[in-house]
Every structure is written in structure tokens, then in C-alpha cells.
């Protein structure tokens, strides 16, 4: 009986099955990594920039303070088809991690590595504690990684078949992804320089590729027109916390060894082995620009002092060619033995990674299993410091203690006060929050001047009577005649462990709408 399996091109140019070399295999790695997500995914809070990208998704635009559109557009769809729960609005990133160990397996099979480079890749993707958390909360990092791979794997075709019409799905690819987090202009950055710097320049003498770049800016265009109309905010917020100094900069040693624990430390050596492979490998040479691309990235995210993680989605790549060198280095050195000895340390050490990335542990155990390993997570940013928690679980705990707070608050106004009674919170998490839990205690929206809900504006409140939450009461007493302390909230787990909040009435400022550009908080 004939096969009727998708087929693509084998190196030798004959069609192969899509489901030899492995695939099957892969496909059931892909599966059980949706499954993991699936069961768990539910298990603690919503996450801080999830009450941020669903309040957002409740006021479609083509561009925010902080991020682009399409997540937004994803969290409202996800609430639209599949509800509220968790693990609803973390479907989406679950499929996506998921996909992400499809991709890379297919790319590792695209740059000639055969069953055991496949299957090795795809658990080396499946284990990385960084994928995994993408696959567990909704965020700008997301679809990140399945983005930049698929620009890779666009790339890679454009290469191998001689087909240079892949450059514009590239483009299609690139367009989306800065839809969804501009740091993919690095990506391209690095893929430019990378093909200057090697024989693959000859692209440029040609249109596709020119066309590809075309496609890309127009899907981005309606993103770019947003910020020239509001000048620009995200280049704003960055200004800013680069003068705040929130983040936790790092030196270079630094940068490169948390990439390692980024990506598990017992992958980095299938990375490495990938980096030295596009730079000096005969057989990788016509991807050379790969190799060059992550140094370009590297570099530049360590001068410009970004986050740990902004190179995390380029490695994928790297790990499929590092497991065809690997698989390649067995080969030779006829040690087949070794194959199944690197698989079992693989799924061992990231069976043992898992808790610090999903939440498959009660956090009770969570908290023990963390204090007996010597493993620790490392913080992006000052604020976290003070977490008992990874700041990755702490940003969800505390929550409903806020709101119920705040709506003990509220049940102190006389119904003739509520009409003109807003909540003002210090950011979008805390806002965020009120948003979605508010109305089982029939609280209005919340009002704050953080990020986008700063764009948002008053919304028509008069300033005369506002619950705030997370100020002191000394600060209130200079902006309102009478101010009340109604109580804070309290969760030993919680990055923001006690949030007081306080009735203010009688106000010292004029009205809100006066007040609000000092209200501003983009950082």
C-alpha cells in the first residue's frame, strides 16, 4: 500500500517521507511537552504581565506603551474561545512551546543531521527550562522562539533549495514576529551581517530577499504609524528604565553563563558544539551565517546591557547543529553506546529543572524542593531581589488578596460616592488585577498611570474621592483633605507581599484630569 505520509526533499534531492529519520518520535516529544502544559499549567495565578496583556486585549490597538499588539490580540481571542481559566489564556504559549521542538527538529533534519540529531535537538528544546516557561504563561516571550525559528528555518530553505522565494516568507515571518516583540529586528540585524560576512551575500544581488524585507515592514506598518502618532513611548519606556537603573546588569562572563543556565547547563554543550560548527564546519558552511548572527547578537545585547533572556530564542538553532556534529562524532567514532547514555542524562537532568519552570509541584513543595537544590534562578531586575520565590511564580501570588482589599474599600462608600469614586493603582499588574477580578465585587475598571492604562486617561473621575492602593498615607495627606486606611493585603508568596490601600477624599490638586501627566509612569 502506497504511503500517504507528507513527503519532503531528502539531501539527495529524492522525497522522503516527513515522518522518517525520527519524526514520529519527535512528534511524540511535541506531545507530551502540550500534555505537561496542559495538566499543570493551572496550578498557582495568573502571572503579573497577564492581567497587563488581557487588560490591553479589552482595548484593541494597533501598539501599547510596552509591547506590540499581537499578544494582546491572542490573549482576547484565547478569552473569547476558550474562557478565562488559566489554562484557556495559557493554551496558546503552551502550543507554541510545543510547536517550538517541532520546528527545530525539522530544521536539524533541513541541515542534513539524520534520526538520532533529530530526536536529540527536539529533547534538547523539550528540556530548556527558558521553553519551557514560555509554555507556561502568557507574555511577549510567547511565540518569540517559534518566531525567530521560523525565520531560521525560512532562511535555512532559501539556502539549501536554491530558492530564494523563501526570503519572502521569511518576511512574513520576521513581519508577525514584530508584531509581537520588536527584539526579532535583532534576529534580522544578525542575519544581515551574517550573510554580508559569507559567500550567501550573492542574495542581495537578487529581488526576493529585497522583497521579503518589503512584506515584513508592511505587516509591521500599522504597529509603526501607532508609535510616530504617540511619539514613540516604547523608545520612551527603554530611555527610562535605563535611567532608572531597574534592571540587574551583567558583565559579559556574567551574560554568556546565564545563558547557559537559561537554556539547561547539560544543552551547552550541544550549543556550543552547533556555534563552532556553523563558524568552522565544511559541511555547515553554506549557514555559516548563523554562527556570525549570534556573535553580532551576543555582543550587542551585552553592550546595550539587556536581560539574560533576550538571546534565548536564537539557540534552537544552534542545538540542531550541534546535534549533527555530535551525531556525527558518534558516528565516526563508531561509540553508538553513547546515544542512549546522552538521552537518559538529557530527560534525567531536565525531569530535574522542571519545578523551577511549571508548576508541577504544590508550592509548599516547590519551596523545599528550591531550598535543598543549588540551583537558583537568577533575577532580571532589582525588585526582585526581595522575593522569596522566583520572580517568575511570585509575580503570581497575591492578587486576589489585592482586590478583595480593595473592595472592602469599596463596600465603605456610600452608593451616592461610587458614581465618582475611581480605583488608582501604582501599575498595570495591580490594575490588571481589579480589571479582571473587580467585577465579581462590582468594582469599576481601574484607573493608574503606569504604562498604557496611562493612555487610558481618568476616564472622566473628578479626583474628589479615589481608593489608592500601594501609597503612604503621608504622600495622600498632601494631595486630599481626608484620608483613610482600610487595610493591605498579605501573601508571604507574593512579590508585592502588602499592598495597603486608603479612601481619599476631598481633593487638594483640582481635578484629575489636571493631575494626571504627573501621574505618568512609564518605567
Same mark, same amino acid.
Given at each position: 500500500m502506497a504511503s500517504t505520509a507528507i513527503s519532503a526533499p531528502s539531501p539527495s534531492g529524492e522525497k522522503q517521507s516527513f515522518l522518517a529519520d525520527g519524526m514520529m518520535i519527535v512528534i511524540v516529544i511535541?506531545?507530551?511537552?502540550?500534555?505537561?502544559?496542559?495538566v499543570f499549567n493551572n496550578r498557582y495565578g495568573y502571572f503579573r504581565d497577564e492581567f497587563d496583556y488581557m487588560a490591553c486585549g479589552n482595548h484593541l490597538a494597533w501598539g501599547y506603551?510596552?509591547? +506590540?499588539?499581537?499578544?494582546?490580540?491572542?490573549?482576547?481571542? =484565547?478569552?473569547?474561545?476558550? %474562557?478565562? &481559566?488559566?489554562? &484557556?489564556?495559557?493554551?496558546?504559549?503552551?502550543?507554541? =512551546? &510545543?510547536?517550538?521542538?517541532?520546528? =527545530?527538529?525539522?530544521?536539524?533534519?533541513?541541515?542534513g543531521g539524520r534520526r538520532f540529531a533529530i530526536v536529540l535537538c527536539a529533547i534538547a528544546v523539550a528540556i530548556g527550562p527558558f521553553y519551557l516557561s514560555d509554555g507556561s504563561l502568557l507574555t511577549t516571550n510567547s511565540l518569540e522562539p517559534i518566531l525567530w525559528m521560523g525565520c531560521a528555518y525560512f532562511a535555512i530553505l532559501a539556502i539549501k533549495r536554491e530558492n530564494p522565494r523563501y526570503w519572502l516568507w521569511f518576511g512574513v515571518v520576521a513581519g508577525i514576529g514584530m508584531e509581537e516583540k520588536y527584539s526579532i529586528a535583532m534576529l534580522g540585524l544578525g542575519i544581515v551581517i551574517g550573510l554580508l560576512l559569507t559567500e550567501?551575500?550573492?542574495?542581495?544581488a %537578487?529581488?526576493?530577499?529585497?522583497?521579503? %524585507?518589503?512584506?515584513?515592514?508592511?505587516?509591521?506598518?500599522?504597529?509603526?504609524?501607532?508609535?510616530?502618532?504617540?511619539?514613540?513611548?516604547?523608545?520612551?519606556?527603554?530611555?527610562? !528604565?535605563?535611567?532608572?537603573?531597574?534592571?540587574?546588569?551583567? &558583565? +559579559?562572563?556574567? #551574560?554568556?553563563?546565564?545563558?547557559?543556565?537559561?537554556?539547561?547547563?547539560?544543552?551547552?554543550p550541544i550549543w556550543i558544539t552547533g556555534l563552532a560548527a556553523f563558524l568552522f564546519s565544511p559541511r555547515l558552511k553554506p549557514y555559516r551565517m548563523f554562527g556570525f548572527c549570534y556573535?553580532?547578537?551576543?555582543?550587542?545585547?551585552?553592550?546595550?546591557?539587556?536581560?539574560?533572556?533576550?538571546?534565548?530564542? !536564537? #539557540?534552537?538553532?544552534?542545538?540542531a547543529a550541534g546535534a549533527i556534529k555530535i551525531e556525527s562524532g558518534i558516528q565516526?567514532?563508531?561509540?553508538?553506546?553513547?546515544?542512549?547514555?546522552?538521552?537518559?542524562?538529557?530527560?534525567?537532568?531536565?525531569?530535574? =529543572?522542571?519545578?523551577?519552570?511549571?508548576?508541577?509541584?504544590?508550592?509548599?513543595r516547590f519551596i523545599v524542593y528550591m531550598n535543598k537544590t543549588p540551583l537558583k534562578a537568577p533575577r532580571t531586575e532589582h525588585s526582585h531581589m526581595r522575593a522569596a520565590l522566583p520572580q517568575n511564580y511570585a509575580d503570581q501570588f497575591g492578587w486576589e488578596e489585592i482586590v478583595a482589599t480593595t473592595a472592602q474599600a469599596w463596600s465603605r462608600l456610600a452608593p451616592a460616592e461610587r458614581k465618582d469614586c475611581g480605583i488608582f493603582a501604582q501599575n498595570f499588574g495591580q490594575a490588571g488585577a481589579i480589571d479582571f477580578f473587580g467585577p465579581r465585587y462590582g468594582l469599576p475598571p481601574a484607573l493608574s498611570g503606569h504604562q498604557t492604562y496611562y493612555l487610558w486617561g481618568p476616564r472622566g473621575y473628578s479626583g474628589n474621592c479615589l481608593i489608592v492602593l500601594d501609597d503612604n498615607k503621608e504622600s495622600l495627606q498632601q494631595k486630599f483633605e481626608r484620608v483613610e486606611y482600610v487595610g493591605s493585603s498579605d501573601n508571604p508568596n507574593a512579590l508585592e507581599r502588602h499592598i +495597603?490601600?486608603? !479612601?481619599?477624599?476631598?481633593a487638594k490638586f483640582g481635578t484629575l484630569a489636571q493631575l494626571w501627566p504627573q501621574l505618568k509612569k512609564w518605567l
Open positions: 511535541t506531545v507530551a511537552e502540550l500534555v505537561l502544559h496542559c506603551v510596552d509591547h +506590540p499588539p499581537l499578544i494582546p490580540f491572542v490573549a482576547k481571542i =484565547s478569552r473569547l474561545a476558550l %474562557g478565562d &481559566s488559566l489554562r &484557556s489564556i495559557r493554551f496558546v504559549p503552551a502550543l507554541a =512551546s &510545543s510547536a517550538l521542538v517541532m520546528v =527545530s527538529a525539522m530544521i536539524a533534519r533541513e541541515l550567501q551575500r550573492r542574495v542581495f %537578487g529581488k526576493w530577499i529585497w522583497l521579503g %524585507g518589503v512584506v515584513a515592514f508592511l505587516i509591521f506598518l500599522p504597529n509603526f504609524i501607532w508609535n510616530v502618532q504617540h511619539h514613540w513611548p516604547f523608545l520612551e519606556l527603554v530611555r527610562n !528604565i535605563k535611567a532608572s537603573g531597574r534592571d540587574v546588569e551583567l &558583565s +559579559p562572563l556574567q #551574560y554568556v553563563f546565564q545563558q547557559i543556565l537559561l537554556i539547561h547547563p547539560f544543552t551547552a556573535l553580532v547578537m551576543l555582543t550587542l545585547f551585552i553592550v546595550m546591557k539587556g536581560k539574560n533572556y533576550y538571546l534565548a530564542p !536564537i #539557540y534552537p538553532v544552534l542545538l565516526h567514532a563508531q561509540r553508538g553506546w553513547l546515544k542512549p547514555v546522552i538521552v537518559v542524562l538529557l530527560l534525567a537532568a531536565g525531569t530535574w =529543572s522542571i519545578p523551577w519552570v511549571i508548576p508541577v509541584l504544590p508550592i509548599e +495597603p490601600v486608603y !479612601i481619599c477624599r476631598g
